[in-house]
T-cell receptor, first 115, second 111 residues
């Protein structure tokens, strides 16, 4: 069974530019998560989708970050405009249903550097 | 909010040594996972262990939910065990199941 796929693996941009990340969850997984991991810290949730609906985006900086999961399968996370403090690894995860009693599986991440 | 505290923050081991990593959490949880983050940044699932004891090869884990802690045991450590080990929990009060991570334990295994 294929794991969670993410692209690109690395991205370097100038501040104020825009960037987009893509995630394809494990086949059949209804719940998709985007986490941000700043160097030296544990990952923190940005947004959670249940099928194609947002169920938690309380930690998403909505003035610059947006995300969508239009057909309930793959998802895109966008940053516009980027700031220096957005330099981090962006991790996508999925679980079969809500994560209450379900194991979450992570993709390889996208390492973003904002110069 | 919930606190997830991992100890020790750093651990240096000689190959072949055994070690114990600890995760304390401040509220009741529905879900607890242990991950190994390798040098390339990939989070690898080690255990899904909201309660009880599990073993997988040289690794084992125990969660005592009533006392709000979990332990990860590494036996006969190898250099490939190096990396950061994270504990992450889902609060009972969280309807949607987001994971909340500790700060991790950085493990270095020397030959």
């Amino acid at each position: 069974e294929a794991g969670v796929a993410q692209s690109p693996r690395y991205k370097i941009i100038e501040k104020r530019q825009s960037v987009a990340f893509w995630c394809n969850p494990i086949s059949g997984h209804a719940t998709l998560y985007w986490y941000q991991q700043i160097l030296g810290q544990g990952p923190k949730l940005l947004i959670q989708f249940q099928n194609n609906g947002v169920v938690d985006d309380s930690q998403l900086p909505k003035d610059r970050f947006s995300a969508e999961r239009l057909k309930g399968v793959d998802s895109t996370l966008k940053i516009q405009p980027a700031k220096l403090e957005d330099s981090a690894v962006y991790l996508c995860a999925s679980s079969p249903k809500r994560g209450l009693y379900n194991e979450q599986f992570f993709g390889p991440g996208t390492r973003l550097t904002v110069l | 909010g919930i606190q997830v505290e991992q100890s020790p923050p750093d651990l240096i081991l000689q190959e072949g040594a055994n070690s114990t990593l600890r995760c304390n959490f401040s509220d009741s949880v529905n879900n607890l996972q242990w991950f190994h983050q390798n040098p390339w940044g990939q989070l690898i699932n080690l255990f899904y262990i909201p309660s009880g004891t599990k073993q997988n090869g040289r690794l084992s884990a125990t969660t005592v939910a009533t006392e709000r802690y979990s332990l990860l045991y590494i036996s006969s450590s190898q250099t490939t065990d190096s990396g950061v080990y994270f504990c992450a929990v889902v609060l009972k009060a969280d309807s949607w199941g987001k994971l909340q991570f500790g700060a991790g334990t950085q493990v270095v295994v020397t030959p």
